[in-house]
């Protein structure tokens, strides 16, 4: 599995653990629904300031979405 594939999938499944919607994190995190929904399909890969974006949204480490 590829970086960003294990991102993607880390996204996403803390994203539900939390209990969200992919627009509730977009609102969080400062960023529209369909990149989250891009991000998660590993359709695109984020720079580290949207890294960093969402995890704070997430409240978690950064390093947490890439392990």
Not at 51 to 65: G, I, R, W, Y
Request: no cysteine; proline share 4%; aromatic share 4%.
């Amino acid at each position: 599995m590829t970086l960003s594939q294990k991102f993607s999938q880390n996204l996403k499944q803390e994203r539900e653990r939390r209990k969200l919607s992919q627009f509730e994190l977009s609102k969080r995190a400062g960023m529209s629904t369909s990149y989250v929904s891009m991000l998660e399909r590993n359709q695109r890969t984020p720079p580290l300031e949207t890294l960093t974006k969402l995890a704070k949204a997430l409240k978690v480490s950064p390093t947490s979405l890439l392990h």
